[in-house]
């Protein structure tokens, strides 16, 4: 079964990649690894806003990590000529979560994308991690997250 044939499985189909909105490109490549860029929480309504433990749950904001990791699998996919299956494996993830000084449950926000990746591409969606909390992120989103994936 393919990759987007098991994404279909899951309700999901990857649109187009967006353009960058700065000075920056959305992945680079190095030898096999694909670095991408950091994908803001967005789903089909718009940004994902709010800041944790202050006015949006832990499970609202793993929802909004859920949509960085499909952000970052269609990056992967533009990376990859439009051929998702050449994904060999999610190599390091990333996670910037906006929250108080005082939220600690980074790490179940994250597990947002983490979940899904292994729920999407079995082991190949296993990865190192980290998870750690910003003051802010760009335009009040709730989740930012990069990542490095390795691709054949």
């Known amino acids: 079964m393919s990759i987007e044939d098991r994404l279909a499985e899951l309700g999901v189909t ?7 909105a700065a000075n920056y490109i959305p992945y ?6 694909v670095h991408v860029s950091g994908q803001i929480s967005m789903d089909e309504n718009g940004l994902i806003k709010g800041k944790l433990g202050q006015d949006m749950e ?3 904001g793993a929802k909004a990590a859920r949509t960085c990791a499909i ?12 051929d998702l299956d050449r994904l060999v494996r ?3 993830l990333t996670g910037f979560v906006n929250s108080t000084l005082d939220y600690t449950d980074q790490p179940l926000v994250i597990n947002g994308a983490s979940d899904f990746l292994v729920e999407a591409l079995g ?14 992120l760009p335009l009040g989103v709730a989740v930012e997250i990069e990542g490095i994936f390795q691709i054949r």
């Not at 990857?14 to 960058?20: G, Q, T």
């Not at 680079?28 to 690894?33: R, S, T």
């Not at 699998?73 to 990859?80: F, I, N, S, W």
């Not at 082991?123 to 909390?133: F, L, P, Q």
């Open 14 to 20: 990857l649109k187009d990649a967006p353009a960058p």
């Open 28 to 33: 680079v490549q190095v030898g096999d690894l």
């Open 71 to 82: 952000s970052l699998l269609t990056q992967v996919k533009a990376a990859c000529g439009g």
């Open 58 to 60: 832990t499970e609202t």
């Open 90 to 92: 999610v190599v390091k």
């Open 123 to 136: 082991d190949a969606g296993r990865h190192a991690r980290s998870a750690v909390s910003a003051a802010s």
